[in-house]
Nanobody, 118 residues
Framework: QVQLVESGGGLVQPGESLRLSCAAS????????RGWYRQAPAKQRELVARIFSDGTTNDADSVKGRFTISSDNAKSTVSLQMNSLKPEDTAVYYC????????????WGQGTQVTVSS
């Protein structure tokens, strides 16, 4: 089992920055990938950024050059630095942990609201 707790959401104006953090506990040594997803009203949940156990990352095209995902040395906390925020970034952001195996398992945080509005 893996427990995920997010923090750092809020209300900001366009062009400003926010940093989200996700603290993991439990069987974190089995985690293959950590990621941030978001879901806007009436839209499907989508991948924002992901970091794998070897340190490689991938980002959605919509956030390239603006958002950066990182993890601490212990890989227990994953952060998402969001710069140059736009109104279309408004969504509930969810932290994810993926464990490979049979069966593979996904774990989710409770979600944190990010609102970008003037």
């Amino acid at each position: 089992q893996v427990q995920l707790v997010e923090s750092g959401g809020g209300l900001v104006q366009p062009g400003e920055s926010l940093r989200l953090s996700c603290a993991a506990s439990g069987s974190i040594f089995n985690i293959y990938a950590r990621g941030w997803y978001r879901q806007a009203p009436a839209k499907q949940r989508e991948l924002v950024a992901r970091i794998f156990s070897d340190g490689t990352t991938n980002d959605a095209d919509s956030v390239k050059g603006r958002f950066t995902i990182s993890s601490d040395n212990a890989k227990s906390t994953v952060s998402l630095q969001m710069n140059s925020l736009k109104p279309e970034d408004t969504a509930v952001y969810y932290c994810n942990a993926f464990i490979r195996g049979v069966p593979p398992r996904d774990y989710w945080g409770q979600g944190t609201q990010v609102t970008v509005s003037s």
